[in-house]
């Protein structure tokens, strides 16, 4: 295991080494984000270690000030879990890897305050004031879901106080910078059957009232008032699916007013913006496509080699997860962390037989029976001559092993395609108001991780394999705050598979500054056997602490990693 001084030394890596290192790699510095020497250090001050692996034990992370604690939503034990960082001094842990000084002051498991109904997971947690929310989804998961409401006393201590129906599968929750109104996106999710697909929708509660509005989708249906206003690039794909039902919220941000939300629709590779007050769908953005002609990837985990490379008639759909926003000369901007989702569903069956009877597509021994799937490797298509890499999609080095999806590319539905259109961006982007794309930071991800990594680099979060997710999503970014330090703006974006953190000035929002990446991760340790010595795995959500709240005198980034089970929380000063 590598010692904590020399993993500190091992990422502590900035703008300059990394141009050097790039060109010693032969790649192109162009069209990537610029760079300057660091205002800001991330120095781990805490952190809390669940000893739960690999079952989501510290997924969303929010802050409550007056108690100095963080609220973690941890699915493996079904509660919110109450952290005490109170005695947080500043100063950095001596062993970063192992290290567990955070306390857990309290768990609350939701299900006890309401006996009378049958839930499922806790997805998202949300707190300001002395009001906390959770959000909740039926243990039948295309069944309508809650919102839980407490009251936190200035030790943090919870009381409940009600709660309010609202609709399938609510995957996040947050307040309205006013505290007047909570917001959930239900995502709807289908069965993996595809027997029952519940439309997706947002939620605006009144939290005086505790009364729900819903914003749907229906509107936008075919034949209905406004399917003329779907953007044609808007994805909706699903099996015998409408619109409704079709698109996902997965995430929400809110303007620093209050009216308006961006809501990202991952699957559907889109945003929903809301109206909040007249709680009404304003617009559907459709959030186009990214061309890896001009933003090399490595395509391939057969190559036996970082391999990053233009590859002309590739794409990536933005699909962001988690989205942020912050405002700059008066104008709000949106931070998405660009992930990427397939749709690929396997439900349980006794046999072949018993999965084609009901429905199903093929069987499988090991995963069962196959309800849906866009999902193929494009080595596994019929690719166009005219596609400029048709000669390499048969080459499992080059683009065979990409994972693409089958509802895009053949344009004249001849059954060959002449584009590929693979999941995710492998990157972060900041839109306008609009939807519309402000900066992209290209192929920085996998070139600054290569750099830094080496073999590691595009590794997996539940075990340990260099190269291992380069045909997939790559690093895939899923978590992003934002955040002010000393004046100046900053974007953090954690990456799913790989694991660290990102570090980005967004002070200009049309121009970007990249600042460093930071892991704390020990890829010598095979994640999947001794995960309790491999460091943080897999962050999935992030909150930021202003200076004046944190019990250090600086700003505090928490981030929760679902792998790991760990809570880690960075000074940046």
Known sequence: MKTPTKLTLAVAITSASILSGCAQLGLSTD?????????????????????????????????????????????????????????????????????????????????KDIPELALGDANSVSVQGKRMVVALQNKDKQAAGIVAFYQLD????????????????????????????????????????????????????????????????????????????????????????SVAQDLEPEYITVSADSSKAWVSLQENNAFAIVDIINAEIEKIAALGFKDYGRNPIDASNKDKAVNIQPWSGVYGMYQPDTITSFSSNGKTFIVSANEGDARDYWYSAADKSTCLATGGLKFDDEDGCLGFSEEKRAGKLKVSAVHPHAADVADKAKLGRLKVTTTLGDSNNDGEYEKLYSYGARSFSIWDEDGGLVFDSGSDFERITAEVLGKDFNNNDDKTKGDSRSDDKGPEPEAVAVGEVDGRTYAFIGLERTGGIFMYDVSNPLQPEYIRYVHNRDFSVDAKKDTANAGDLSPEGMAFVKAEESPTGNALLIVGHEVSGTTTIYEVK
């Open 31 to 111: 069209n990537q984000a610029s760079t300057v020497s660091a205002p800001a250090d991330m120095t781990i001050v805490g952190r809390y270690a669940s000893g739960q692996y690999h079952e989501g034990a510290a997924e969303i992370v929010a802050w409550h000030g007056a108690s100095q604690s963080v609220f973690v939503v941890n699915a493996a034990s079904g509660t919110v879990d109450q952290l005490d960082v109170s005695r947080l001094n500043g100063e950095a842990l001596s062993s970063q890897l192992l290290a567990s000084n955070i306390p857990l002051k309290s768990s609350l498991k939701v299900q």
């Open 154 to 241: 200035k030790s943090g201590t919870p009381t409940f106080d009600g709660y309010v129906t609202v609709g399938a599968l609510p995957d996040m929750v947050t307040f309205t910078p006013d505290g007047r109104y909570v917001l959930s996106a239900n995502e709807g999710e289908p069965s993996k059957d595809y027997k029952n697909d519940p439309e997706g929708s947002i939620s605006i509660i009144d939290v005086a009232k505790k009364t729900v509005r819903t914003a749907d989708f229906k509107a936008f249906n075919k034949g209905a008032s406004r399917a003329s206003e779907l953007p044609q690039d808007v994805r909706i794909f699903g099996r015998n699916a």
